[in-house]
């Protein structure tokens, strides 16, 4: 069973527009007042990296192929326990 994608209020992705060149993968828009409300009222789905918080997100295709999407990334990995030393 694959997980409901998550998404963040104040980002969003665009598809290229037509007629764009080739090195064009698409656009992003961020409303930093928007995204930064939704980043403190989800610390749960915000990580850390050298004692910064970071949302990290994907760019995903859709099952159809036809277009493309960008989702939170909430892969965490699991703690390993088990360590033979």
Do not use: H
């Not at 656009?27 to 403190?40: F, G, T, Y």
């Not at 949302?55 to 159809?64: A, E």
Request: aromatic content about 12%; charged content about 30%.
């Amino acid at each position: 069973m694959s997980e409901v994608k998550k998404y963040a209020n104040g980002f969003r992705s665009f598809e290229p527009k037509p007629g764009q060149p080739d090195f064009v993968l698409g656009a992003i828009a961020v409303v930093p007042e928007d995204l930064l409300k939704w980043c403190n009222e989800n610390p749960d789905l915000c990580g850390e990296y050298q004692g910064k918080k970071q949302v990290w997100f994907q760019t995903l295709r859709s099952k159809d192929g036809k277009s493309a999407y960008t989702a939170l990334n909430t892969y965490k990995p699991k703690e390993k326990t088990d360590l033979p030393f």
